[in-house]
C-alpha cells in the first residue's frame, strides 16, 4: 500500500460524504463530494499518490542513482500518458483508497505497478480488497470492484460497471486473486500470499462484498437508477459515486506534475 501517513488519511481530508439525491432499498449508497476548499491543500499529497501507485520509490530512487542523470526521470515514470487511461487507474486509485481508508479493507499489493503496459487499463478486477478475519475463518470477507471516471454522468457509464461487476459473481474466485498471491510470492512476503490464497478454501468460507464506484464533475440526479430496476441486485453491494469539479483537468495535473522523490 503506498504511503499515507496523516490521520485522517489524505482520501477522508479530501472527500466527504454528501447528501443523498436518490433513495436506494436494494444496496448500501455512499455519495462523496470534495471538501470545500481542500483541494488546495491535498493536491501535492494526491500527486505524490497517483504516483506511488505507479512507480515503486525506493526502486525509482535507485534506477535515477544507478544511470546518474535527472534527464531520465520522466522515461522512468510508468504514470501512463494516453487520457483515457488516467482517468480509469484515477478511479481505481480513489475507490481503492476509499475501501482501505473508510472500510477498513486490506489491499496486499499495488497492482498498477505491475501493468505490463502502463498505458493501456490493465486487466483484471479494478479492486480487490481483503478483510483476512480470524484463525477460525471469522470475519473474513473479499470486496470486488469496478470504477469508472467520466467527465459527465451517462446512465451507459454505470450500466457497463454493473455488467462487469455481475460477469465477476459468475466467476468462482476474483480473476485477480491468484494474481495478487503469485506477486506476493514472488516478493517473499509468504504468509500474506498464503493468507490471500486461503480464500480459494471452501472450508473457510467467507462473505462477498461488490463494489460499484463512478466519478464524475457534474452531480447526477439519481446515478444508481439502473441498478435498483435491474431486480438482479446482488447481496452485500456497495455503490459509490463521487462529484469532482474540473475532473479532467484534476486528473491531467496529478498525472503530469513532476514528483520529487527525496525521501
Not at 499489493?109 to 471469522?138: E, H
Not at 504468509?191 to 463512478?214: G, M, Q, Y
Not at 441498478?227 to 452485500?236: E, Y
Request: aromatic share 10%; glycine share 6%; hydrophobic share 40%.
Amino acid at each position: 500500500m503506498p504511503p499515507d501517513h496523516p490521520d485522517p488519511p489524505l482520501i477522508q481530508r479530501w472527500l466527504v460524504p454528501a447528501s443523498p439525491v436518490a433513495h436506494y432499498t436494494h444496496f448500501e449508497h455512499h455519495p462523496l463530494q470534495e471538501e470545500p476548499g481542500a483541494r488546495d491543500t491535498v493536491l501535492a499529497g494526491l500527486t505524490r499518490l497517483v504516483f506511488d501507485y505507479h512507480n515503486d520509490p525506493s526502486e525509482y530512487r535507485s534506477d535515477l542513482e544507478w544511470l546518474g542523470f535527472p534527464g531520465v526521470a520522466a522515461e522512468l515514470d510508468r504514470r501512463p500518458r494516453a487520457a483515457a487511461t488516467r482517468m480509469g487507474n484515477f478511479g481505481e486509485i480513489v475507490a481503492s483508497e476509499y475501501v482501505q481508508h473508510a472500510l477498513g479493507y486490506d489491499m496486499p499489493i499495488v497492482r498498477l505497478r505491475y501493468n505490463p503496459n502502463p498505458n493501456q487499463s490493465m486487466k483484471g478486477d479494478d479492486v480487490l480488497a481483503f478483510k483476512f478475519g480470524q484463525a477460525d475463518g471469522s470475519g473474513r470477507e473479499v470486496l470486488v470492484g469496478e470504477a469508472k471516471v467520466r467527465q459527465r454522468f451517462a446512465t451507459d457509464v454505470v450500466e457497463e460497471a454493473y455488467e462487469q461487476l455481475s460477469s465477476s459473481q459468475r466467476r468462482p474466485i476474483p480473476t485477480s486473486l491468484t494474481f495478487v498471491a503469485y506477486v506476493l510470492r514472488r516478493e517473499g512476503q509468504m504468509e500474506k500470499a498464503e493468507a490471500v490464497l486461503t480464500f480459494l478454501n471452501t472450508f473457510l468460507p467467507h462473505r462477498k462484498r461488490w463494489l460499484l464506484f463512478i466519478a464524475t464533475s457534474n452531480q447526477p440526479r439519481d446515478p444508481f437508477a439502473c441498478v435498483q430496476q435491474s431486480g438482479t441486485c446482488p447481496d452485500n453491494l456497495l455503490a459509490i459515486n463521487i462529484t469532482v469539479a474540473n475532473l479532467q483537468t484534476l486528473v491531467r495535473t496529478l498525472f503530469e506534475a513532476e514528483v520529487v522523490i527525496d525521501d
